[in-house]
Each structure stands twice: as structure tokens, then as C-alpha cells.
């Protein structure tokens, strides 16, 4: 039977390899931080199951049977460890009420590493600093309980804390270990606050032909509440060794007053006994009648301490006896037909539920929320496709001619502009004209300082009433342009308004008009000049006579008085300044309104098309960068879909080939265990006849109730 077990993991071995890489592509793939809100549920599915694999896959190499040690805090689990190690291992087992589960195997050298429910993996030189690592995890989880239990939720670590300690594992030089390729588990206590690492044990080792020893103090054997989950534990182990830890040294009152050895320790077989009269439930009952609980009482301090120290004892020693009893039926177990079969059964049954679990975790209901945000990124990336072959045309477009019709309403936007301010713009200049013959200010100034400012405060109307006309032209949702029907669609398609980019240049025009500035230059020879008698006496030529009046012809800056300018100048004088003036605004002031208008047309359509240009161009290129950024993310979405897919697929032929292992191994071992039984080869009542005939159709059918 052990060389067919040899033969069967090898075998499984090979079917399991794929599945390993499998899945673990596929939790890599998955693990990328963009995708992990839609995946959440799936990835801690599949790490869940790449970690429960990896202990399957472990038990398959090394042929190795798994001793789970398991019951209340305090009750003798670590000092059944050092005696079934026959080394000190509490040290490294102990570890700070963690609620992982620990593995102590076998190894030519000390290692140490931890795994969190993330599947990162984290390894340690020595002990000490694997447990100052815990004790530092041991805060941070419990700060997350606190806030699970706050927020009335179950607290579950491969979703609310994946990098909460999920395993640890541990190896050792334990010479009984390498012996008997045994693996020893170390579970959390029962019973305390982290009730999440008990449901891992129950995850970790359903279906996997573990055997479990259950430890128990005497004090606690009647204890209702330390039973509450044995029935359970008998679902998912095919044998349970129940240890009762006795105190040999415990002492009662005597009627005396003395102390006595109590029952417990002179007659310990009489607590056992009670507890199976009075004290069992029938579940337990019903396992015990039918072998697959073992009850033993043993002094395991007493016992851990004598095989420790290697003292030589008497063949009779009752705690070793004791101990002994315990391992030869344990060992007895581990090497029995029954316990082969229920390896091989119990590997393909796990199997087999990998497979449905895994396609539970792929299914198309666990991955909806992927799927939806698959269905959103393309069409975001269709969108932005084509709104970046929208920008592309416009950037190509002939963009030439499309303010064709503002130009030509040019004539349009300033008719009578002038005529309106002619008639207010002449009543100022000749009323600036009239003061100025009652003060004694020079020609110069009158051009200058009186008529030029008064002549650019009305362009500067002009200009504003020019601007303020163009802006109704230019204020429509196509700022003005004429652009075509497509290219209103492609606009449209960018998101672009036109208009927006009007307001911004029409604004930044209103705030720096440029006006055209007038100079009024005045001429003197232009100017009727009085000549004096003594003009005349002297005969003093009307040049001369006009340098005394005005100054030199080149400047004009002398002063005039008021006298003066009535004896000198007159009315003649007045008349032609008023007539110079007049004819000053009607050949310049009508050709402000057109100057106006084309400086403010030009300057629009040149900055409207630079701003809309580089409006595009800017467009284009940060399309092209989200493009690029969302296809990333389609890349790594289309990576995951093909390891899903790829996944699946091994899936497939993973269950092929657990129905193949069935067939080449299971169901001939059955067959060949129940012809011995017919043949008398093999006994009734012994481990071997005892062993279940299990269909391979039927592998999984009890497991809902589990």
C-alpha cells in the first residue's frame, strides 16, 4: 500500500504543478492595484485557495501526514508538541495568541517564514525575529478587529486585512519528525476573541486527511462550552485522538484536613470513564463507538519532561505508558490501509472541491463588477478614440475663409458711426476754440493741449462703440465663424464651444483697444493776421507780422494775449480756425470707425485661430496621453481575462485528471481492501476493514454539510 501511495503522489504531483501555476499567474495578474476593487472578492477567493493548495501540494511531495494540536488556550498543546517532537519547540510555536496556524516540519536547516492572506511571503533568519515581526502584526490586527467590531461587521482578513499572518511555518532538525514525515500544525487557541483563526483551520484542512488531537485539562473536560465545536471537528477529520491532560501532583482535602492524591491523578481512567457515561453528546458518542474518536489520559508535563531529558525510565512508568499507548495508536493509524485510502480519497476530494470553488470565483457572477469595468474602459477608450480623430480632422481642416462674412459686414458695423459723434465732437472743438481766444495761450496749444486730447477722447468713443457693434457680430455659438457642417460636428464631438474661446479673446481686445490717436498740426500762414499802423509805417511784411503774433513758424509756442488776439486775430481769424478744424474731423474722423473696425476684426481672427489651433493641439495631446493611460489599463484587463480564461482551461483538465487518478488508484485500492476483507486477509474490526467505499461521483456530495 505505501508503494502505491508513492506511486499516487507522484501522479498527483504532476496534475497539480499546472494548477499551482495557474493560479498563482492568474492572483498576480489579478493583484494589480487599478483592478483590485472589482476583483476583491475573487482575489481573496483565489488566495484563499492558491494557500489551501499549496498545503495539498506540500502534503503530496513530501507524502506527509498533518498532526493538527488543537483545543482551549492553556490546555498542554505546546507540551504535547516537545513530546511528540522529543524536542523543545514551545519556543517557536508559542507565539503571541496569533490566530494563524503554525507548521513545525523536519529540515537539515533552521528557517523561518511567514505568509499573509495576500500571499506575500516574508522570511527570518532566527526565532526572535519572526516573533518581533508577529508582535508588530498582532497591533496592527487588532486595531482593524476593533474597527470591524465597531462597525458591528464579521471581520474577514483576506478582505478587510489581506496583509493580516495567515501561516507560518517553521523548520526544525526534529529527528521524530523527519522519522515519520510528519507535519505538527499548531492552531490558535478556542475560544478566544480572533474566532477567525479557528474558520481558517476549519478551511485549511477540510477534505485533507489530517488527523487532530484535541487537548484537554481535566478542569475543563466537563465544560459544556469546550465541546461546542467538536461536531464540527468531526466533519472535517477522518480520526480525532482526544488527550486528556491530567495533573499527577494535583491534591484533594482529606476529612483530616491533610492533603491527599486526588482522583485524577491515582485513578485518572474514573474521569474518563464519567466523562463517557455522563458527559458525551451524541455526536461524540456516535464517534466514539465507531472508532474514530480515541479518548487517552496522560500527565503530558510529566511525560514532555522525561523524554526531553532523556531519563532513563522504568518499562512500567505510568505517564510514559501512558504516552506510549498514545503514539503506538497513532502511529498505528498513520500507517493503516484506512488512513491510505482516506489520503488518496481525501486528496482528490480537495481537488475536486479546488475546482469548484475556483469556478465559483471565476464565475460570471463573482466577476461582474470586473466585467462592467472592462465594458466602461472601452467604451471610454472608444469615446476618446474618437474624439481624437475628431481633433485630428479639425487640426487638418481648411480653416481658411471662415470669417468671410464678418469682414464683409465690416461696412456694416461702423455705417454713421462718425455722423453719430460729428455734430457733439464739433460743438466741443469750437467751444475749446472760444476759450482759447480768451486766454493768452499759444497756437501750439490750441492744437496741441485743446483740440489733438479732444479729438482722441471721441476716437476712443469711437473705438469702444466700434468694439461694443463687432461684439454682437462675433457673440454666437460660433464666435463669428462660418465653420462647416462637419465641422460644427467635429466641434461638437470635442466638447468644444467656440463661443467660449470668443468671450476669452473679445476680452483680452477690451481691455487694450488700440485707438487711433489724432494730431492736430495748425499753420499759421493758414491764419488772418491784422497788420497796426506802425505795421504799415514800417512797412513790416505779414510774415513778420505773424512771427509777433504766433513765434516761429517751426514752434507756435508764443504766448498771445487776450488783447492781442482780439486786435491781431478777429473774427476773420476765428472763422478760418473753426473752418480748419472742420475741415480737419470731416477728412479724418469718418476713417476712424473703419480703422477701428478692421484693427479689431484683424485682431480677433488672428487670436480666435491661434487659441483655437493650440486649443486643438493641446486637445490632441492629452487625448493621446489618457489613450495610452486606459490602454494600459485595458492591457492589464485583457492580461487577466486571458489568465482567467487560461485558468478555466486548466481547470478542466485538472478534474479530467482527478476522475484518471480515481480510476488508476483510488477505486483499485478500494476494490483490493475488500477482497481481503472477503478472503479473510483482512480482519474485521481492523483499521483496514473500516476503510469507506467511496465513489468518485459521490467525492464531494457531503459537502454542503460540511
Not at 105 to 134: P, W
Not at 430 to 458: A, C, M, R, V, Y
Request: proline share 3%; hydrophobic share 35%.
Amino acid at each position: 500500500m505505501k508503494t502505491e501511495i508513492s506511486k499516487f503522489c507522484k501522479d498527483y504531483e504532476k496534475v497539480l504543478a499546472p494548477i499551482n501555476e495557474a493560479i498563482k499567474m492568474t492572483v498576480d495578474a489579478c493583484s494589480v492595484p487599478s483592478l483590485q476593487p472589482t476583483l476583491k472578492n475573487s482575489l481573496a477567493g483565489l488566495n484563499d485557495v492558491n494557500h489551501r493548495l499549496k498545503t495539498l501540494t506540500d502534503k503530496i511531495l513530501g507524502q506527509q501526514g498533518y498532526l493538527l494540536i488543537f483545543g482551549p488556550l492553556k490546555s498542554g498543546k505546546s507540551t504535547l508538541m516537545n513530546a511528540l517532537s522529543a524536542s523543545y519547540v514551545s519556543e517557536v510555536t508559542s507565539l503571541p495568541a496569533y490566530p494563524c496556524l503554525v507548521y513545525v516540519r523536519h529540515g537539515e536547516k533552521n528557517a523561518y517564514s511567514m505568509t499573509r492572506y495576500n500571499g506575500k511571503v516574508s522570511e527570518f533568519n532566527t526565532n526572535d525575529a519572526l516573533q518581533e515581526k508577529v508582535q508588530q502584526c498582532h497591533v496592527a490586527l487588532s486595531e482593524r478587529l476593533c474597527q470591524s467590531e465597531a462597525e458591528s461587521r464579521e471581520f474577514e482578513p483576506g478582505l478587510d486585512y489581506a496583509e493580516a499572518i495567515r501561516r507560518i511555518d517553521i523548520q526544525l532538525n526534529i529527528e521524530n519528525l523527519k522519522e515519520s514525515s510528519t507535519v505538527l500544525v499548531d492552531t490558535p487557541g478556542l475560544y478566544s476573541r480572533m474566532k477567525f483563526g479557528y474558520d481558517l483551520m476549519t478551511r485549511e484542512f477540510r477534505n485533507s486527511a489530517a488527523c487532530a488531537v484535541f487537548v484537554v485539562k481535566t478542569d475543563n473536560l466537563y465544560l459544556e462550552q469546550v465541546f461546542d465545536e467538536f461536531t464540527e471537528l468531526l466533519k472535517i477529520f477522518s480520526r480525532i485522538f482526544l488527550v486528556v491532560n491530567i495533573d499527577a501532583s494535583k491534591k484533594d482535602l482529606a476529612s483530616d484536613g491533610s492533603l491527599k492524591p486526588s482522583l485524577e491523578s491515582q485513578q485518572p481512567e474514573q474521569i474518563i470513564r464519567a466523562f463517557e457515561t455522563l458527559s458525551m453528546s451524541a455526536s461524540l458518542r456516535d464517534a466514539y463507538e465507531s472508532n474514530r474518536l480515541r479518548i487517552f489520559s496522560i500527565d503530558l508535563l510529566n511525560a514532555a519532561s522525561k523524554i526531553l531529558s532523556k531519563a532513563k525510565a522504568e518499562e512500567t512508568d505510568p505517564e510514559l505508558m501512558s504516552f506510549r499507548n498514545f503514539t503506538q495508536e497513532l502511529t498505528a493509524y498513520l500507517n493503516s490501509s484506512e488512513y491510505f485510502l482516506e489520503f488518496m480519497g481525501d486528496s482528490l476530494k480537495q481537488g475536486q472541491l479546488f475546482c469548484r470553488e475556483v469556478r465559483g470565483f471565476i464565475s460570471k457572477e463573482s466577476l461582474s463588477d470586473f466585467e462592467k469595468a472592462k465594458s466602461k474602459l472601452e467604451k471610454n477608450i472608444g469615446g476618446l478614440k474618437t474624439r481624437r480623430l475628431a481633433a485630428d480632422e479639425m487640426l487638418n481642416a481648411d480653416k481658411d475663409g471662415v470669417f468671410l462674412s464678418v469682414q464683409k459686414r465690416r461696412a456694416e458695423i461702423v455705417s454713421g458711426l462718425a455722423e453719430q459723434f460729428r455734430d457733439e465732437l464739433l460743438e466741443g472743438l469750437i467751444g475749446q476754440l472760444e476759450e482759447w481766444f480768451h486766454s493768452d495761450e499759444s497756437l501750439d496749444e490750441l492744437g496741441s493741449q485743446k483740440w489733438s486730447p479732444k479729438l482722441n477722447e471721441f476716437s476712443l468713443k469711437i473705438a469702444r462703440e466700434t468694439f461694443r457693434r463687432s461684439r454682437k457680430v462675433l457673440e454666437t455659438p460660433m464666435a463669428g465663424a462660418d465653420f462647416s457642417e462637419e465641422a460644427v460636428k467635429l466641434l461638437s464631438t470635442l466638447e468644444f464651444m467656440p463661443s467660449e474661446i470668443g468671450k476669452v479673446v473679445l476680452s483680452d481686445i477690451e481691455g487694450e483697444l488700440d485707438v487711433p490717436q489724432c494730431n492736430v498740426t495748425i499753420e499759421d500762414h493758414r491764419i488772418p493776421v491784422k497788420k497796426s499802423f506802425w505795421d504799415w509805417i514800417f512797412f513790416r511784411s505779414l510774415a513778420s507780422v505773424r512771427r509777433g503774433v504766433f513765434g516761429s513758424p517751426d514752434q507756435l509756442t508764443q504766448k498771445i494775449p487776450v488783447d492781442a488776439k482780439a486786435r491781431r486775430l478777429g473774427q476773420e481769424a476765428k472763422e478760418a480756425l473753426s473752418d480748419l478744424i472742420k475741415q480737419y474731423v470731416d477728412n479724418h474722423f469718418p476713417q476712424i470707425p473703419t480703422i477701428c473696425a478692421k484693427q479689431i476684426i484683424n485682431r480677433y481672427i488672428e487670436e480666435f485661430s491661434s487659441k483655437l489651433q493650440k486649443r486643438l493641439e493641446n486637445t490632441r495631446s492629452e487625448l493621446e496621453v489618457e489613450i495610452n493611460r486606459l490602454q494600459l489599463q485595458m492591457d492589464e484587463i485583457a492580461q487577466v481575462s486571458k489568465s482567467l480564461q487560461k485558468l478555466e482551461e486548466n481547470m478542466n483538465e485538472f478534474e479530467g485528471s482527478i476522475d484518471q487518478l480515481f480510476d488508476e488508484h483510488l477505486k483499485p485500492s478500494q476494490a483490493l481492501i475488500a477482497s481481503g476483507l472477503e478472503e479473510g486477509i483482512v480482519q474485521p474490526g481492523t483499521p483496514e476493514a473500516q476503510a469507506d467505499d467511496m465513489p468518485r461521483q459521490d467525492l464531494l456530495a457531503d459537502e454542503d454539510d460540511q
